[in-house]
């Protein structure tokens, strides 16, 4: 492999000639004095940034993403698009997918202007997040599970739906979903 092809330089042409495909040495030494200088300047920045605060500023905090699963939740349940929930708000539906993702944090009037929309009082995005004691650690798990499940698509509908099952019928159907869940019964149907 050439010097040229190397560091990027190949196919460009240089002044030594018509139709030259090999960078001249001058090329060559300023680009990789320019590669020199950018990876100096980006040792220097690692010393002085831990990449635990980069990675912080990156990384949803739980609050957020709780708050905002809540928002998917209370969204689904009234069987709004993300659109029709923006619209009145000045957003996109994109910045609503952010917020329920918890990628952005909600501003208090926001999250104020979010709650009338859906006729839900500001303290309901919050039920849930509570002291880290014994009851929560044993409940996080399966909360966690319900408000993933809640937050498919189909996930109200089912409960709906499941809710209006007649007892036996609902015995039924969750020992069909026990059935489908077990790990050899998923391995048989894939």
Same mark, same amino acid.
């Given at each position: 492999?050439?010097?040229?092809?190397? #560091?990027? $330089?190949?196919?460009?042409?240089?002044? /030594?000639?018509?139709?030259?495909? /090999?960078?001249?040495?001058?090329?060559?030494?300023?680009?990789? @004095?320019? !590669?020199?200088?950018?990876?100096?300047?980006?040792?220097?920045?690692?010393?002085? #940034?831990?990449?635990?605060?980069?990675?912080?500023?990156?990384? &949803?905090?739980?609050?957020?993403?709780?708050?905002?699963?809540?928002?998917?939740?209370?969204?689904?349940?009234?069987?709004?698009?993300?659109?029709?929930?923006?619209?009145?708000?000045?957003?996109?539906?994109?910045? #609503? @997918?952010?917020?329920?993702?918890?990628?952005?944090? #909600?501003?208090?009037?926001?999250?104020?202007?979010?709650?009338?929309?859906?006729?839900? &009082?500001?303290?309901?995005?919050?039920?849930?997040?509570?002291?880290?004691?014994?009851? !929560?650690?044993?409940?996080?798990?399966?909360?966690?599970?319900?408000?993933?499940?809640?937050?498919?698509? +189909?996930?109200?509908? $089912?409960?709906? $739906?499941?809710?209006?099952?007649?007892?036996?019928?609902?015995?039924?159907?969750?020992?069909?979903?026990?059935?489908?869940? +077990?790990?050899?019964? $998923?391995?048989?149907?894939?």
């Amino acid at each position: 492999m050439s010097l040229s092809r190397a #560091i990027g $330089l190949e196919g460009q042409k240089s002044n /030594r000639g018509r139709g030259s495909r /090999r960078a001249s040495p001058s090329a060559i030494r300023r680009r990789l @004095q320019g !590669q020199a200088r950018e990876t100096a300047k980006l040792a220097r920045l690692r010393r002085f #940034i831990p990449l635990e605060s980069v990675l912080r500023d990156f990384i &949803p905090h739980p609050v957020d993403q709780h708050v905002g699963a809540r928002l998917r939740l209370a969204r689904k349940m009234r069987g709004l698009p993300q659109r029709v929930l923006a619209a009145p708000l000045g957003l996109t539906f994109q910045q #609503i @997918q952010k917020y329920e993702r918890g990628a952005n944090r #909600i501003s208090a009037s926001m999250l104020y202007a979010l709650a009338r929309q859906l006729s839900v &009082p500001i303290d309901w995005f919050f039920e849930g997040v509570g002291s880290e004691g014994a009851m !929560q650690e044993r409940l996080g798990e399966r909360a966690r599970s319900l408000r993933d499940f809640m937050a498919t698509r +189909e996930g109200p509908e $089912l409960a709906v $739906l499941m809710a209006r099952l007649p007892a036996a019928q609902r015995a039924q159907v969750l020992a069909l979903m026990r059935a489908f869940a +077990e790990p050899e019964a $998923l391995g048989r149907a894939s």
